[in-house]
């Protein structure tokens, strides 16, 4: 009788992996519940925080994904006009916004993950 004793031991571990030991199948579905809690956080890393660039002819909000800028958004100052421009994600964001009397030129890029701006002021 001892002999058939380890035999029905091994047969219930089998069964913790098939579906019909209801405590087995509750331990399996538990890992993976867990599993999704963690990638969310995985893409907030790689997303630098908006930046905003001010100019004499309006604002300018960018932020870098991954190695490239990405405009988010372009709000021209009374009187400014924004030209047609890439919204990336690119290398190099360029925002350019015009007067009749002024030109301002946002140019944007990302290094390290963080955007890094450049603005000229000058006469059309």
């Given amino acids: 009788r001892s002999p058939a004793a380890p035999p029905s031991g091994n047969t219930p571990?089998?069964?913790?992996?098939?579906?019909?030991?209801?405590?087995?199948?509750?331990?399996?579905?538990?890992p993976p519940a867990?599993?999704?809690r963690p990638?969310?956080?995985?893409?907030?890393?790689s997303v630098a925080p908006n930046v905003t660039v001010d100019a004499q002819g309006g604002t300018v909000t960018v932020r870098c994904v991954?190695?490239?800028a990405e405009v988010?958004?372009?709000?021209?100052?009374?009187g400014?006009?924004?030209?047609?421009?890439d919204p990336g994600p690119v290398k190099q964001v360029q925002v350019e916004l015009t007067s009749a009397e002024h030109h301002?030129?946002?140019r944007v890029h990302c290094a390290n993950g963080r955007p890094k701006p450049k603005v000229k002021e000058r006469a059309p």
């Fill in 66 to 68: 991954g190695g490239s």
């Fill in 104 to 106: 301002s030129e946002i």
């Fill in 39 to 45: 990638n969310p956080p995985q893409f907030t890393p």
């Fill in 34 to 36: 867990s599993t999704p």
């Fill in 72 to 78: 988010l958004a372009v709000t021209p100052a009374p």
């Fill in 13 to 30: 571990a089998a069964s913790r992996t098939g579906p019909p030991t209801g405590s087995g199948g509750t331990s399996t579905p538990g």
């Fill in 80 to 85: 400014f006009e924004a030209k047609a421009y």
